[in-house]
């Protein structure tokens, strides 16, 4: 009996290591995880929602703008384009997906597309001060400076009063390391609207001593809320 106990024992034993407890005995058995379990990259879910919301209301030319994001981030150029593109057709003046469009173009190597792109989208903008600082901004952030600053050149054309304008400016040659005329934009912008506590801090960090003239800040504060409600009419 005893020799029997020992090889009952041992078995459990080499049950126990192999099986995680015996489980196969109980009918139990080892789970492989679901293809749903497997741990998704953030991109990789941020796309899965995307999709969804696509399918739900596909004429959603900030998701399409977003999914193009992603792929042009994974190299898929041509899907990138046709995301961007798709944004456009739904909404005309997405200036995000206009200079994205621009970026992953030259990045695929179309340069000649690329730049008849560029001239008809800053043409489009041509008569809004507000919708050419907005592409000014869309193209500085996609890294293309020849066509931001040919946008900001734009706007301030049309709107050489507005304080905003010429704050936005003052912060690309910031941007740029270009402190001289980082200087001249932001002493503009303030003396037009003095009231921008944070233009006067990057003054200051340039060594530009900051005085407030009181008497054109009601003016030029009117000037901003007419480019502001221009922007919020002829923008999305």
Partial sequence: MTGKQNFIGLAFLVCALLFGGCDSMKGGKAKAPRVDEVAKTPAEEKKAKLLKQIERKFENPEAHFELGQLYQADGLWSQAERRYNTALNFNPVHRRAQAARVKVLL???DTAKAELLADIYMDQASNSAAGSLKLALAF???????YALGCYRQALHLAPNSAKINRQIGYYYLSRNNKAQAMDYLSRSFQLNPNQPEVAGELGRLG??????RKIEKKTRKLDKIVEQADREAEP
Avoid: A, T, Y
């Avoid at 500085?140 to 020849?146: F, I, N, R, T, Y």
């Avoid at 530009?208 to 003239?213: G, K, N, S, Y």
């Fill in 208 to 213: 530009v001593p900051v005085r407030i003239p």
């Fill in 107 to 109: 990045e695929s190597g």
């Fill in 140 to 146: 500085q952030k996609q890294g293309l400076d020849e």
